[in-house]
């Protein structure tokens, strides 16, 4: 059972950054996808970031050019460095892996979760 942990998360003004960090317990999620996903109250969980393990790296459209999301496969670590946050940014952000390579988009199909950690960004 792999368990994921997240940190990094927290409080900042419109156009600040954070910088989440999600640590793997095991090794096998070398050779397995990871994401980021985030849940807005009211709103389905959406993958912001999907990295796989062969390069493959996928940054959603509402956060091209403002997040980068990398991976430090020694250290069993992913990261999503969040710029120029927004307001409808805040989300309760999880990472996730999965036991393929492959990156679905969608939720479901992920096998392991990290606990949440929540972003609120400020007007």
């Known amino acids: 059972q792999v368990q994921l942990v997240e940190s990094g998360g927290g409080s900042v003004q419109s156009g600040g950054s954070l910088r989440l960090s999600c640590v793997a317990s095991?090794?096998?999620?070398?050779?397995?996808?990871m994401a980021w996903f985030r849940q807005a109250p009211g709103k389905e969980r959406e993958a912001v970031a999907r990295?796989?393990?062969?390069?493959?790296?996928h940054i959603s459209s509402s956060a091209k050019g403002r997040f980068n999301a990398s991976r430090d496969n020694a250290k069993n670590t992913a990261f999503l460095q969040m710029n120029s946050l927004k307001p409808e940014d805040t989300a309760v952000y999880y990472c996730?892996?999965?036991?393929?390579?492959?990156?679905?988009?969608?939720?479901?199909?992920?096998?392991?979760w990290g606990q949440g950690t929540q972003v609120t960004v400020s007007a």
């Open positions: 996730a892996a999965i036991t393929s390579p492959a990156c679905p988009l969608d939720a479901g199909p992920y096998n392991f």
């Open positions: 095991e090794n096998t999620v070398r050779s397995n996808c």
């Open positions: 990295l796989g393990p062969f390069g493959f790296r």
